[in-house]
């Protein structure tokens, strides 16, 4: 059980209706990260000790409660900032990349992040395919190009090639978090060696 579902009930002291909200959603990223998304609404209440009716006055549903979920753990854990600095070819672009899984993982090597997105996977949710979209579109897209300026050879990577590296990474997550097998404490090694066999065998500098 991740340390968040272990944390007290949410408050009953009066709060700002925006400071509920988020309580509500923090308990539910530590509810479904344990149980999955096939957890029941009432369920949750009781784990946060307020009313199921409480709930739905936040929440109309619960999919609105989930896509609330999917916008506090997978959105707003993307930085702005980015594609730009992804694409600034002032910087090598293997420190370029460095960077950006040195962020990422970190971001996202978390239990309710792997757990929710494992979960929404089996369940045929739309999480995972909208994230994927959204994380192809601005990030991987505009890195392929650059990685293809990059190469001194005519055998560029495609889109396969860069899902293949981008997904490795995330094992790392998933061994640690789904499996529970034994992981490094700090991937940043496991990460630099795979973006050095990525790069060297499409002859990027």
Not at 9 to 35: H, M, T, Y
Not at 149 to 154: D, L, M
């Amino acid at each position: 059980m991740s340390a968040a579902a272990t944390t007290d009930p949410v408050s009953r002291r009066r709060l700002q209706p925006e400071e509920r909200r988020q309580q509500i959603i923090d308990g539910a990223v530590a509810f479904f990260a344990d149980v999955g998304l096939e957890g029941k609404t009432r369920d949750l209440a009781k784990r946060l000790g307020v009313t199921q009716s409480l709930l739905f006055n936040y929440f109309s549903s619960k999919d609105n409660l989930i896509e609330a979920v999917y916008e506090h753990v997978y959105l707003n854990r993307l930085s702005d900032d980015w594609p730009r600095r992804l694409t600034d070819r002032t910087r090598p672009l293997r420190d370029r990349l460095l960077d950006f899984y040195a962020e990422y993982s970190t971001l996202i090597f978390q239990y309710e992040w792997m757990r929710i997105f494992m979960f929404s996977g089996l369940a045929g949710a739309e999480l995972n395919r909208r994230y994927l979209e959204h994380l192809g579109s601005v990030i991987l897209t505009p890195l392929l190009a650059e990685i293809g300026a990059a190469s001194r050879t005519g055998s560029r990577p495609g889109m396969e090639d860069l899902w293949n590296l981008h997904g490795g990474i995330v094992y790392i997550g998933i061994r640690q978090h789904i499996y529970r097998m034994p992981c490094p404490d700090d991937p940043s090694e496991a990460i630099e060696g795979a973006i050095d066999r990525f790069l060297h065998a499409f002859d990027v500098v």
